[in-house]
């Protein structure tokens, strides 16, 4: 039987995972404190109770906890810690990759550049790494080493209100209409992304899209995203959250997306605002056999998802059981682990106790984590860590959940 103890000690990816919405509460003070933000409370208590809490009104509510976070992030030192501390606290859940996430034009400011918050975060990432597989080598064991990757987010829409780069950008473009703009700071994130990559060894390995779906399409960030698959960046869209299966394929064809964050509405016809699309069943039975097809993988958050759709009050109701059905790629992650309160293996163990994922399943929604994942080595490497991967999960779940939970994956033949 899959048990939660099980979930937490093997190895385990999370690859939708936002920097800003997973700070410790503690730390989120003390760097209040330290570089005086006004914070609704200075308690983790408090702050639980009226910014961080288990359960949110609307996605308004959801995001509210952004603007308190956002606003300690606005030093080195700063990101630098939170960095160290989120990859510390993965590694102590079993989680042995990640790829973190964030908006680096939130984080810009008057003394600090695009380069130096991506350095930063990178400094606190590599350094949790480096300490925890210098501790597995003493050890000599066949613990699969620790690795991250850093993808960057551009924001569907903003305002002046997001960060002083931002509102810049807004002034100095007056003239222009404000889905321009974004496109415009979409484009300037992916251009310096790519140089950043390249000059520095940083291993930023995705290009993502998020914010506000309603209203503002993935078709205004359509030169950015040609950009960034120019130059060998992975893409990741934030689609199918708050709006329909249109959004997710406009994703795929227009952004070229590798991987979809949440795609919640991939399999809902009834979400489908297109009027051209005059069969909406055929249209997501094409749709679905498409993404299965290609493994693009999705990104699931399945507590995040509770906590932003209202319509959504019982967990079974989640897509992910028809889309394990549909044999479709996906992984399990957080989205934000402060803000929906929340880790890797609480997610899986949501999961497999609600959707009564067999041991065999539950093998391929974790490889697939680290399949799908855009590691930042070469091919063969990364090929080499997921072996030592699979060996080490197999003989973990032999001993632990019997003969039957390990074997070929019961899926078409996948590379590795
Ligand atoms: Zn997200």
């Known amino acids: 039987m899959i048990t939660f103890d099980f979930i937490k000690a093997a190895p385990k990816t999370d690859l939708h995972l936002h920097l800003d919405g997973s700070v410790r509460l503690q730390t989120l003070v003390e760097l209040a404190k330290e570089n005086k933000v006004l914070l609704p409370s200075y308690t983790e208590d408090g702050l639980k109770q009226l910014v961080f809490k288990d359960t949110y009104r609307d996605l308004g509510e959801y995001l ?8 300690v992030m606005q030093t080195a030192e700063a990101l630098e810690r939170v960095g160290y501390e989120l990859a510390v606290d993965n590694i102590l859940e079993g989680v042995r990759y990640i790829e973190v996430r ?30 925890e597989n210098a501790r597995l080598e003493v050890q000599n064991g066949e613990i699969p080493k620790f690795h991250f990757g850093i993808i960057v987010c551009a ?16 002034q100095v473009c007056a003239h222009t209409k404000a889905r321009a703009v974004f496109g415009i700071a979409s484009m300037e994130l992916a251009q310096l992304a790519v140089a950043i990559r390249d000059e520095n060894e940083i ?7 998020a914010g506000q779906e309603m209203g503002y399409p993935a078709e205004d960030h359509r030169e950015a995203f040609g950009y960034a698959h120019r130059y060998f960046l992975k893409k990741t869209i934030h689609a199918g959250e708050a709006y329909g299966p249109e959004s997710i394929f406009q994703a795929i064809t227009e952004c070229n997306a590798d991987r979809i964050g949440h795609g919640m509405h991939l399999l809902n016809y009834a979400m489908i605002q297109d009027k051209s699309i005059t069969d909406p069943r055929k249209y997501i039975e094409d749709l679905s056999q498409y993404i299965a097809d290609r493994r693009i993988t999705v990104e699931i958050c ?16 989640h897509p992910l ?18 803000v929906s309160n929340t880790t890797v293996s609480d997610e899986i163990w949501k999961a497999v106790q609600t959707f009564a994922i067999t041991p065999r399943v539950l093998r391929n929604i974790i490889i697939y984590g680290f399949k799908r994942s855009f590691f930042p080595g070469s091919y063969l490497e990364k090929r080499a860590y997921v072996r030592g991967v699979i060996d080490y999960y197999d003989k973990m779940a032999s001993a632990h959940l019997g003969p039957h939970a390990v074997g070929p994956e019961d899926d078409m033949p996948d590379s590795e």
Request: charge should be positive; charged fraction near 20%; proline fraction near 2%.
């Open 64 to 71: 509210h906890g952004f603007q308190y976070t956002c606003a």
């Open 321 to 338: 059981g028809m889309m394990i059905q549909r044999r479709l790629s996906t992984t399990i992650c957080t989205d934000n682990r402060t």
């Open 155 to 170: 924001l569907r829409m903003f305002n002046e209100k997001f960060s002083s780069y931002y509102k810049k950008l807004l």
């Open 302 to 317: 399945l507590t995040s998802n509770m906590q932003t759709n209202q319509n959504l009050k019982d967990l079974a109701k």
């Open 203 to 209: 291993p930023i390995v995705g290009f993502d899209l």
């Open 102 to 131: 964030f908006a680096p034009q939130l984080h810009i400011n008057a003394s600090l550049s695009a380069i130096d918050v991506l350095q930063s975060v990178h400094r606190g990432l590599a350094r949790a790494a480096a300490e």
